[in-house]
């Protein structure tokens, strides 16, 4: 049997997203240069050829980018992603697409096989949620690989 007690100690949840910025003012995504200038300027420069770190690009049905978020930071090869919390920000966010993004310290930008899975079960996840993963670019200080761009989305 339930008591009084019980039924209160329930945990509220709550979803909220706060734009710091008019849509008008928010840059626009047609290409995966144009995510890598976002992102290069977004990046944490000190970081970039040390340590492997992963953000996600969240962008609303006129492919505006409305948030960018660190979803991991890893050690100098490697770095966890927890799809199930990328996805839970993109829909929390309201998104409507989001480009992938992650850093490899050595410079070295052809994808790994590790790579390619994420972004394949990522594609999948997003399929199945009504939200879809555009790109998964990597980048190193100067220069970036984009996987929609070499045909391996």
């Known amino acids: ?10 945990a509220e949840i709550q979803l909220m997203y706060s734009a710091k910025y ?3 003012e928010m840059p626009k995504i047609c ?8 992102l290069q ?12 770190d992963f953000f996600f690009m969240l962008l609303n049905r006129a492919n505006k980018v409305i948030g960018i978020c660190n979803l ?11 799809l199930k919390i990328m996805f839970a920000v993109a829909l929390k966010a309201g998104a409507a697409a989001l480009i992938m993004a992650h850093n490899h310290p050595t410079g070295e930008l052809n994808p790994s096989n590790a790579d390619i899975q994420l972004t394949n079960r990522a594609v999948e996840v997003g399929k199945f949620l009504d939200l879809s993963v555009l ?7 100067y220069s ?7 045909g391996r989305m």
């Open 1 to 10: 049997m339930t008591t009084e007690m019980q039924i209160n100690n329930v």
């Open 22 to 24: 008019k849509v008008s």
């Open 31 to 38: 290409s995966s240069l144009d995510a890598f200038k976002v």
């Open 41 to 52: 300027n977004f990046w944490p420069v000190q970081r970039i050829e040390y340590q492997e």
């Open 72 to 82: 991991s930071t890893g050690g100098t090869s490697a770095t966890v992603v927890d």
């Open 135 to 141: 790109d998964h670019v990597i980048i190193s200080k």
């Open 144 to 150: 970036y690989y984009s996987m929609a761009d070499e």
